[in-house]
């Protein structure tokens, strides 16, 4: 059984940062491809962030862009989302997610992710 654990979320005030991990038991990340999503509050799951099997090719959506950059750490079987620059728009609850197929692109549909954790908050105050 996969089993895949989020910390780091919390409340900070616009312009701060704030690193979210992963932590994945019953299988190891490496060479697969993961990613973060988000849901605020009335709107849909989007995806803010992928990598793929290989570390070759990454996805951000356009407003995280230069702000996010996702990471793993295969020995520790941890993928983190280092987020910078936070703002009011940022708020809502961050998800990670591992897709294992075979040499897996960046995803960025939800369709595409095999396990998911459960949900981290991130608020951010303006």
């Known amino acids: 059984q996969v089993l895949l654990t989020e910390s780091g979320g919390g409340l900070v005030q616009a312009g701060g940062s704030l690193r979210l991990s992963c932590a994945a038991s019953g299988r190891s990340f490496e060479n697969y491809a993961v990613g973060w999503f988000r849901q605020a509050p009335g709107k849909e799951r989007e995806i803010v962030a992928a990598?793929?099997?290989?570390?070759?090719?990454?996805y951000y959506v356009p407003p995280v862009k230069g702000r996010f950059t996702i990471s793993r750490d295969n020995a520790k079987n941890t993928m983190y989302l280092q987020m910078n620059s936070l703002k009011p728009e940022d708020t809502a609850v961050y998800t990670c997610a591992a897709s294992w197929h075979p040499r897996g692109s960046a995803y960025t549909t939800t369709y595409e992710y095999d396990d998911w954790g459960q949900g981290t908050q991130v608020t951010v105050s303006s």
């Open positions: 990598i793929s099997w290989n570390d070759d090719d990454t």
